[in-house]
């Protein structure tokens, strides 16, 4: 068997020689200290960070998906952000698809014998009917794990753009892929845990990558979500929240107008900026891409 202890992700810690041995407000301050090195982590690939969201956007533009793959904890991060989607941004639950070694048991149960599969992978990408249009974003924080690395061999051979987030140099675990995201977070506080530094900065990037490909969507209007999904009584009040803002409006007359739209913000909006009907609004928007910016500028 190969060892993996030349990692990144596998080295001790020095900050934290002697963590059994602190108080638990030096534990809380030593995580903190540590945990402070995420931000830098991203910063530093936030040029190839941003090529991802261009990447990702022009897919799912085009009609293509997003794919999380992972094992362990980095494939249950992907699965989160993928189910965050459809509230966040009424996209319909195949856009964004989270897959995990293991199945759903593994969500709560560790499967960590699964991830060595490599042909599993490729499987699970193949199963989906992966092309062109799609991306593949592999997950592991380590960058060794055989079943991410055979769903990111199928997806390049199906033409797919990939991804590949892991927190050890490229020179350690070298792939071959479109984007190289190298999330360098150092040595965990317990060593090897990755759950810990490494899981929360790929929790940043994965919020980075969806909602900056939603914005670029169109899904978003300043810094409000006007595409959210009104399926239950807070996201109700958040819509409302919206138009009222937005629009200037009291809560009334933004209840009617929620209503008017078939509970849809963002055709809310333009029926009240561009003063059209619900029917010529959704026309609208469907000739400007969604875009609710370009459809206000073509109505008013």
């Not at 990702?56 to 249950?76: C, E, H, K, N, P």
Request: proline share 3%.
């Amino acid at each position: 068997m190969e060892t993996r202890a030349h990692l990144l992700t596998e080295q001790v810690n020095p900050n934290s020689a002697q963590l059994d041995a602190l108080s638990s407000l030096e534990i809380v301050e030593l995580f903190n200290q540590e945990d402070a090195k995420t931000i830098s982590a991203i910063a530093a690939v936030k040029e190839k960070l941003a090529m991802a969201i261009d990447r990702t956007a022009d897919s799912l533009r085009q009609g293509g998906r997003l794919f999380y793959i992972g094992a362990g904890t980095s494939g249950r991060l992907g699965v989160l952000d993928a189910a965050e989607c459809p509230p966040t941004f009424c996209t319909p639950p195949e856009m964004v698809q989270g897959i995990l070694a293991g199945g759903d048991a593994a969500l709560v149960r560790s499967s960590e014998g699964m991830e060595d599969i490599f042909s599993d992978g490729e499987a699970a990408i193949a199963d989906r009917n992966v092309g062109p249009k799609d991306v593949v974003v592999g997950i592991a924080a380590g960058g060794t794990t055989p079943y991410v690395h055979g769903a990111l061999k199928e997806g390049r051979k199906r033409g797919a753009t990939t991804v590949f987030i892991a927190c050890v140099p490229e020179e350690q675990v070298p792939l071959d892929v479109d984007i190289n995201l190298r999330l360098l977070v150092g040595p965990e506080v317990l060593a090897g845990s990755t759950r810990l530094k490494s899981g929360t900065v790929t929790k940043l990037a994965l919020n980075i990558l969806s909602t900056g490909s939603m914005v670029r969507l169109g899904k978003v209007y300043g810094n409000r979500m006007i595409d959210v999904a009104v399926t239950n009584t807070k996201l109700h009040d958040r819509a409302l929240s919206i138009l009222q803002d937005l629009a200037g409006l009291e809560r009334s007359a933004a209840e009617s107008l929620l209503e008017a739209s078939g509970k849809s913000v963002k055709l809310a909006l333009l029926m009240h900026w561009g003063k059209v009907d619900a029917i010529s609004g959704q026309k609208l928007l469907e000739g400007n891409g969604g875009d609710l910016r370009r459809a206000v500028a073509v109505a008013v």
